[in-house]
């Protein structure tokens, strides 16, 4: 069964600060993953996804997430916050072979302080 | 294109009332879903759909039904109302499977009372 753990459910970064944001999965077969973010008060939008072509993706906003399957981690990375950064981030999983369903992190809140 | 919309935005049911959530895509997407999110507890899948006419169960489908008679509208519908169906809903859509990205509406919230 595949499962996805987002370490840390609330992280607070000063602005322009390094962003980490820890995402770990589980799948017996060559997992699809993606990064969501919730602005407040919106729906889920997609920051980037990783369908097993290059291990660095990039996505909007200037956040990258490497997918590292020795870890099982794929964690997202921003060089420099920004406080329009502050907002929710769910990781999530799925697989080529039954993947009708996504399987979701928790979400990590994300706060940046000036 | 409106992409996924959503209606209400926001509605109070006493207990036991019932509803319709309706959600509407504009992008010819194939797969749709609900979800609801409460606090700290991310998302969890209420039912989705793989095409009109077929529907099947996600991890919390008690307490709802849904239906699919076109591409584009995916209604959930509240039988019996109850204070634990106070959430935020969410009506998303993709072309075809969950590798592909999912395109979110912004959000019903609901409150049983």
């Known amino acids: 069964a595949q499962s996805v753990t987002q370490l840390g459910s609330h992280v607070s970064v000063s602005e322009g600060a390094l962003v980490l944001l820890r995402c770990n999965y589980s799948?017996?077969?060559?997992?699809?993953l993606f990064w969501y973010v919730q602005y407040p008060n919106q729906g889920l939008q997609l920051l980037l996804k990783?369908?097993?072509?290059a291990t660095l993706v990039k996505g909007i906003n200037g956040f990258e997430a490497e997918f590292k399957k020795s870890e099982t981690s794929f964690h997202l990375t921003k060089p420099s916050a920004h406080m329009s950064d502050a907002a929710e981030y769910f990781c999530?999983?799925?697989?080529?072979?039954?993947?009708?369903?996504?399987?979701w992190g928790l979400g990590t809140s994300l706060a940046v302080n000036p | 294109n409106a992409g996924v919309t959503q209606t209400p935005k926001f509605r109070i049911l006493k207990i036991g009332q019932s509803m319709t959530l309706q959600c509407t895509q504009d992008m010819n997407h194939n797969y749709m879903y609900w979800y609801r999110q409460d606090p700290g507890m991310g998302l969890k899948l209420i039912y989705y759909?793989?095409?009109?006419?077929?529907?099947d169960k996600g991890e919390v489908p008690n307490g709802y039904n849904v239906s699919r008679s076109t591409t584009e509208d995916f209604p959930l519908r509240l039988e019996l109302a109850a204070p634990s169906q106070t959430s935020v809903y969410f009506c998303?859509?993709?072309?075809?499977?969950?590798?592909?990205?999912?395109?979110f509406g912004p959000g019903t919230r609901l409150t049983v009372l």
């Open positions: 759909s793989v095409g009109a006419g077929i529907t």
């Open positions: 990783y369908t097993s072509a």
């Open positions: 799948s017996s077969v060559p997992p699809y």
């Open positions: 999530a999983v799925t697989h080529a072979g039954n993947n009708r369903k996504l399987i």
């Open positions: 998303a859509s993709s072309w075809t499977s969950g590798k592909d990205t999912q395109y």
